[in-house]
């Protein structure tokens, strides 16, 4: 199916099963984010849907799958830099970098670059 996800860009998991992979990876999202709330509206979905897709009882669309990706690349970068705990914070906090608007936000309007910016400005020591 054209607009439905190839799974293999979500991560693997120990099963092999797809579905198994997109549930571990919305898992580890909402933990990082800071709940299902923040990682449904992040993707600009509902949490039953999120729910159907962690689950595996639908498979993740396309442009869904790819703003998980994104969504995994900043998460994955933020625990390299602060550890698990920080990032909730960092995602959820206001960031001077992104003229006070908070990366959770940012993200949800589909600006993932600017928030790959202000991670990276962050890593190398400017206000964040």
Same mark, same amino acid.
Request: cysteine-free; charged content about 20%.
């Given at each position: ?6 799974? /293999? #860009? ?6 092999? +099963? ?10 580890? %999202?909402? &933990?990082?984010?800071? #709940? ?11 949490? +039953?849907?999120?729910?159907? *897709?962690?689950?595996?009882? &639908?498979?993740?669309?396309?442009? @869904?799958?790819?703003? @998980? @990706? ?11 830099? *602060? ?6 914070? *960092?995602?959820? #906090?206001? +960031?001077?970098? %992104? ?9 949800? /309007?589909?600006?993932? !670059? &600017?928030?790959?910016?202000? %991670? &990276?400005?962050?890593? !190398?020591?400017?206000?964040?």
């Amino acid at each position: 199916m054209e607009d439905q996800a190839s799974y /293999a #860009g979500l991560g693997a998991s120990p099963s092999g +099963n797809p579905a198994d992979s997109s549930g571990i990876q919305i898992a580890a %999202l909402r &933990e990082a984010l800071g #709940g299902n709330a923040a990682l449904s509206a992040t993707l600009g979905v509902s949490a +039953n849907q999120l729910s159907r *897709w962690a689950y595996g009882r &639908e498979p993740v669309p396309r442009q @869904i799958a790819k703003a @998980i @990706i994104d969504l995994d690349r900043v998460v994955r970068q933020a625990k390299l830099l *602060w550890g698990r705990k920080a990032v909730t914070e *960092w995602f959820l #906090g206001s +960031n001077a970098y %992104l003229d006070g608007s908070r990366p959770v936000d940012v993200l949800a /309007a589909h600006r993932f !670059s &600017e928030v790959m910016d202000a %991670l &990276e400005a962050a890593q !190398s020591g400017a206000s964040g």
